[in-house]
């Protein structure tokens, strides 16, 4: 079992700066692979970011400003959200793959508000 808890959320306004973090613990060894979600209320989650080994990958609409990035013991991953837009406001939940099983760990969510 593995657990996730966000945190680094809160109100900033357009242009500016955040940066999440998301801690694991538990069965932290099964993790291969740390991501980043985003939802809406009323709307589907949607993918923002994910690293696994050394590779990372990003949706179109964060490219360029997002960065995440994950420690050396690969229990913490971070999202560095720089240029923010009034359009990513939303709750930020944070994802963790259980290599061998495949199974999801997800994390309570952490909201973000960008001000226009």
């Known amino acids: 079992q593995v657990r996730l808890v966000e945190s680094g959320g809160g109100l900033v306004q357009a242009g500016g700066s955040l940066r999440l973090s998301c801690a694991a613990s538990g069965s932290t060894f099964r993790i291969n692979a740390m991501g980043w979600y985003r939802q809406v209320s009323g709307k589907q989650r949607e993918f923002i970011a994910i690293i696994s080994g050394g590779s990372t990958n990003y949706a179109d609409s964060v490219k360029g400003r997002f960065t995440i990035a994950r420690d050396n013991a690969k229990t913490t991953v971070y999202l560095q959200m720089n240029s923010l837009k009034p359009e990513d406001t939303a709750v930020y939940y944070c994802?963790?793959?259980?290599?061998?099983?495949?199974?999801?760990?997800w994390g309570q969510g952490t909201q973000v508000t960008v001000s226009s």
């Open positions: 994802e963790a793959v259980d290599g061998n099983t495949r199974v999801d760990y």
